[in-house]
């Protein structure tokens, strides 16, 4: 009684496992194919991300002492390593607090001019299929928060890469409702051949945005909502209208 009956159960026991093994299969097989839609569009792609500002020139900094230069080198690096998981191949203007002009170059404005022309020279160099520059905003007055997203209203496919990273960076952030915007003064923007887009992650000179913008957790936010909004660019999606 007790070997049939522990037969019984070591059988059922069996069949358990052999039914659980199935689900999670069948699982995986079904995942499978979203996982490699979400990585496609990237694989093979060229993107450039430029941090902005570095060595000399710190850019905006908040009132206690939070430097633009410093943060806008994070959120790229992060927004750099989801790309390259996604099969893209990225090209940073610069790795660490440098700028790119040359080091006998002394006066600021003079470093200024030049590193952004050498930036702009990498980008034409390369040929990358998308340009992102990265910055962080700053006014006198401290109640203008949210990030935004720039482009260069010469090009389609600029405002079409702005308005996809837009959409995610209102999506995933869920804190700014700023919309794409077209500029025709900034020099990156101008002066690069490709689809180029620059993002505002923030205001330094909001005290709240500021200290957010400081953590590495809402730095990584940010990066996987811009990268989110390239993901989408590539997909093939049709980008959203927004009223400007």
Do not use: C
Not at 24 to 45: D, H, R
Not at 181 to 198: G, Y
Not at 215 to 231: D, F, P, R, V
Request: aromatic share 12%; charged share 20%; hydrophobic share 40%.
């Amino acid at each position: 009684m007790q070997v049939t009956f522990g037969y019984k159960l070591l059988r059922y026991i069996s069949w358990v496992i052999f039914g659980i093994s199935i689900a999670l299969f069948t699982y995986v097989e079904m995942a499978q194919p979203v996982w490699s839609a979400n990585k496609i569009p990237l694989i093979g792609k060229v993107i450039v991300i430029d941090p902005g500002h570095g060595g000399p020139d710190g850019g905006a900094v908040s009132k206690y002492g939070i430097i633009e230069k410093e943060i806008t080198l994070k959120i790229s690096s992060y927004l750099r390593d989801y790309l390259v998981q996604s099969g893209a191949k990225v090209v940073m203007t610069r790795e660490k607090d440098m700028d790119l002009a040359d080091s006998e170059t002394n006066r600021l404005s003079k470093r200024k001019t030049q590193d952004l022309i050498r930036r702009i020279q990498l980008v034409k160099k390369i040929k990358p299929d998308t340009f992102i520059s990265i910055h962080l905003n700053a006014y006198p007055s401290a109640v203008w928060n949210g990030a935004q997203t720039f482009y260069y209203p010469v090009r389609d496919e600029n405002k079409k890469l702005a308005t996809f990273i837009q959409s995610s960076l209102i999506k995933y952030l869920g804190n700014t409702t700023r919309v794409p915007k077209p500029i025709h003064n900034v020099f990156v923007l101008k002066q690069s051949p490709v689809p180029t887009a620059l993002v505002e992650a923030g205001f330094l000179s909001n005290h709240q945005e500021a200290m957010l913008l400081s953590t590495s957790s809402y730095q990584e936010k940010i990066a996987a909502a811009i990268y989110y909004g390239i993901l989408d660019y590539y997909s093939g999606k049709k980008a959203l209208e927004f009223a400007l």
